[in-house]
């Protein structure tokens, strides 16, 4: 079965905080992909990375990080220096094995305060 | 167009009524999904389409449920005498190749039923 567990329901920081969002998951497939979306609270779904299982190679956007580790099957989010802008539900989500939807975590609602 | 098209954005139904939505893919994307999503919380798979055809429909309520995908028009998701539950933003995305380059949502369609 497979299975995203974002275990962190909210979290609430102060402006220029760094804060990571942990993304667990479980799949039996050895191909795979990985994927982060943000949901501001106008509601669209705005897509921020996507990553397959045979690129560990973690990438920086800007203020935005992503740390892919296949041994412990997590690919965690980093915002440094947080903005107000930033709050919103991070979802992450994975595709496996042939059925081409992705399965998504419960998100996290990040609230960042002035 | 570059942008998956939902319509429409608000759909507002008596219990038991039905519910018509729609939504046009990426010109050039062969598969389409749906996803129901609760309360901004849990993103339920309903229902994908490669072309015409349907892909995988293990997530669809098979009771009230229907969808298709016909050449040259936009998708549809139909719900027949709509229940409170059903309720949520309804959520469509297309992709290249099963979600391996990716998924572009649209802007989804939010169902009320009172």
């Known amino acids: 079965a497979q299975k995203v567990t974002q275990a962190q329901t909210e979290i609430s920081v102060v402006e220029k905080e760094d804060v990571t969002l942990d993304c667990v998951y479980e799949t039996r497939d050895t191909t795979y992909y990985l994927f982060w979306y943000k949901q501001p609270p106008s509601g669209e779904l705005v897509f921020l990375i996507r990553r397959n299982s045979f690129d560990e190679q973690n990438e920086i956007s800007g203020r935005y990080s992503w740390n892919f580790q296949k041994s412990t099957s997590s690919f965690n989010f980093t915002i440094t220096a947080s903005q107000v802008v930033d709050s919103a539900v991070y979802f992450c989500?994975?595709?496996?094995?042939?059925?081409?939807?992705?399965?998504f975590g419960k998100g996290t609602k990040l609230s960042v305060k002035p | 167009g570059e942008e998956v098209a939902q319509t429409p954005k608000h759909l507002v139904r008596g219990e038991g009524q039905k519910a018509k939505l729609y939504c046009a893919p990426i010109?050039?994307?062969?598969?389409v999904f749906w996803y129901q999503q609760v309360l901004k919380n849990e993103f339920k798979f309903l229902i994908s389409f490669q072309n015409e055809n349907v892909f995988d429909e293990t997530g669809m309520p098979k009771e009230r449920f229907s969808a298709k995908c016909l050449p040259n028009s936009p998708c549809s998701l139909e719900i027949q005498a709509t229940k409170l539950e059903d309720s949520a933003v309804y959520f469509c995305?297309?992709?290249?190749?099963?979600?391996?380059?990716?998924?572009?949502f649209g802007s989804g369609t939010r169902l009320t039923v009172v």
């Open positions: 989500a994975l595709r496996g094995g042939s059925q081409g939807n992705l399965i």
């Open positions: 010109k050039g994307h062969s598969y």
């Open positions: 995305a297309s992709s290249h190749i099963q979600g391996n380059y990716g998924y572009t």
